[in-house]
């Protein structure tokens, strides 16, 4: 044990320079603990201050579903996919599916955007949700006031409490929500009506168009066979060749039950001369 | 200030053990020193006084660790030597200090004064201004402690043997 308190002894023993470097600072004011202490202390609200907001925040880009907190003062909650930026005073937020929710903290100047391809609502101070589905883009307001700009053109202010639709600006979600309409055996003027909508910003001549109309007919087999034969006339009548044969089939059909082979014939010499095997199909001679 | 420097330091990092600035408490030590230097007696040992004021600081200095460890220290001195040597005899001396942690601020003090620093009890007892029974009592007991917990830092248990 006496070697191990030795090297205890030889190790912790003052060197010459050891008692130089004391005789030098015997005398001079001391490291103080208290202003580093508080150096350490500001350093530190300091990146606090600075770093905390960036540290909660979410980076810009894409957003996972669920809760998140975007910049201080403003919080979403998404079901789907979107993808936000900050801006100079808040988040700009792009909502490609499904349903985000969003909180912005009132009297914080905060501006926050949600765009969809048919609307863009703006909120200063206010809680929201906007949901995208086949009639377009849904705004229900929880508190607050919103500003909602349909790219339709409608502009209009909801209160809480209050919702708006503005309108899908896709013919091809136009003619989703028509077909959905007609399995779930909706009334037939709401199938016309988003038939309509979708005539209206589809190409003319185009195969969704086409196919529009198509779902047009349809829906008005039941409740009016005569207009629906009408509809597939002037389908035919002005060159539409989209499911052609399936349009000429069906036309023959709707006109043999409403005025036998008569009408059938008739219908089909007016619309679709190029298919008399039809009328042979149905027994006509 | 030469002939006491070695030995304050000494007494300071013994007594502080690893959480005291040893360069730090000296400094203080003899701030405090000058400052009663009217209280030397010149007709007396100034051992026991100087003693006195170390031990002071260095109980205040340890009181005061949990803070300073937050901020850099010098705890080591320098040591000039073979590299390997000062290697094997820097991990001797840190499993004793770490033994010696294990023992009270009284039985480290006369451990520190009699087996390391190697004085008889007699001269500890005047150092301290303690009676040398005291002294000895109090190492008998550190030597019981130190040869209990030993083996657990990995050290021989054949402490120096306590004097009648």
Known sequence: MNAELRAYRDDTAARPGDVERLRRTIGRPKRAIAPIVAGVALAAAAILAVAWPRAAAIQPGELAEGPSALIP????????????????????????????????????????????????????????????????????????????????????????????????????????????????????????????????????????????????????????????????????????????????????????????????????????????????????? | MRAWGARVLGWCRRLGGPGVDPHDAAQDAFTTLLRRFDDLDPNRDPGPFVYAVVRGVVANHRRKQWWRRWFPTDREFAGVGDPLGDASRRATARRVEALLGELSDEQREVVVLCWVEERSADEVGKLVGLPTGTVKSRLRLARERLRERAAAHGLEEDWPEVGP
Do not use: M, N
């Not at chain 1, 937020?93 to 765009?115: M, N, W």
């Not at chain 1, 229900?140 to 006031?145: F, N, Y």
């Open chain 1, 73 to 285: 003062g403003v919080d979403v909650d998404l079901v789907g996919a979107a993808a936000w930026a900050p801006t100079r005073a808040g988040a700009h937020l792009t909502l490609r599916s499904g349903e985000i929710a969003v909180g912005v903290a009132p009297g914080k100047g905060l501006d926050v955007a949600v765009q969809t391809p048919e609307a863009v609502v703006r909120v200063v101070g206010t809680a929201f949700t906007v949901r995208r589905s086949l009639d377009g883009t849904v705004v229900d307001v929880r508190h607050g006031r919103v500003s909602v700009a349909c790219v339709a053109g409608d502009t209009s202010l909801l209160g809480a409490g209050e919702t708006t639709t503005c309108p899908t600006a896709s013919p091809g979600l136009w003619l989703g929500r028509a077909r959905a309409l007609l399995e779930k055996h909706a009334p037939t003027a709401e199938v016309l009506d988003a038939v309509r909508s979708g005539l209206a910003v589809a190409t003319p001549g185009s195969a969704l168009a086409a196919e529009l109309r198509l779902v047009g007919v349809q829906a008005q087999v039941a409740d009016d066979p005569r207009a629906a034969l009408d509809e597939l006339g002037q389908y035919l009548a002005t060159g539409g060749q989209h499911r052609r044969a399936e349009a000429v089939h069906q036309g023959a059909l709707l006109a043999f039950g409403l005025g036998g082979c008569a009408q059938a014939q008739a219908w089909l010499a007016a619309v679709a001369p190029e298919a008399p095997g039809e009328a042979a199909a149905l027994g006509c001679r």
